[in-house]
């Protein structure tokens, strides 16, 4: 019986679970051959006067400067001194996933008074209504004549995490740092990568407000 409760102990607190990170599926389209050369001086736009929440604007901003400078970019302070620009936005939309499961039930085993094990075996099947969000990154990159001021969009990126909590401040800085993972390249498909809350790029970040 003690081995029994042992079990079904840690089985409780595996399935209460724990998240050290997130899956991130990332989408980079590249019209240049070669990542973004580095030391490469880029200004982040997080100027819109329709953004909705200009200080949550502001945080990404900061946090994609920093990255810049940990991929050996150098942030612009001013657009005339860029040779790109970066703009992003960000968004969250929802789905509902309907179905049925098996309700797991642990049966005990005894034999002529003695142990014998335990094992799971499903009684029923029980509907269950699930709502899922998916919050996304999409980040554009433009080269800059400093001359004409003219612009061309040269990299696209777009980065998505799928989960059942609707808080897109929790996984902003995942998102960032999917989406750099494959900065200034194209990717040909989606890729689909775990960034851990161990992250360097993550640690580094965390704290920006």
Not at 51 to 63: G, T, V, Y
Not at 74 to 80: F, Y
């Amino acid at each position: 019986m003690k081995k029994l409760c042992m079990f079904l102990i840690c089985l409780s607190f595996i399935a209460s679970g724990c998240t050290s990170g997130y899956r991130v599926y990332v989408n980079g389209y590249s019209e240049i051959d070669e990542r973004v050369q580095p030391d490469s001086t880029i200004y982040v736009s997080a100027d819109d006067p329709n953004s909705q929440n200009p200080i949550f604007d502001k945080q990404i901003k900061a946090k994609i400067k920093e990255l810049l400078k940990i991929h050996s970019f150098t942030p612009a302070s001013d657009i005339e001194q860029a040779n790109y620009r970066i703009d992003f936005h960000v968004g969250m939309d929802s789905h509902q996933v309907s179905g049925y499961e098996p309700l797991y039930h642990p049966y005990v085993g005894f034999h002529t008074g003695y142990w014998s094990g335990y094992h799971f075996g499903y009684t029923t099947y029980v509907p269950y209504y699930d709502m899922y969000f998916d919050r996304w990154l999409a980040m554009k990159v433009f080269a800059r004549d400093k001359e004409s001021n003219e612009e061309k969009v040269i990299w696209v990126g777009e980065a998505v995490i799928s989960t059942s909590g609707d808080d897109i401040r929790r996984v902003i800085d995942y998102l960032l740092v999917g989406c750099f993972e494959y900065f200034g390249i194209d990717t040909s498909r989606q890729r689909s990568i775990i960034v851990t809350e161990e992250n360097p790029d993550i640690l580094k970040i965390e704290s920006i407000r």
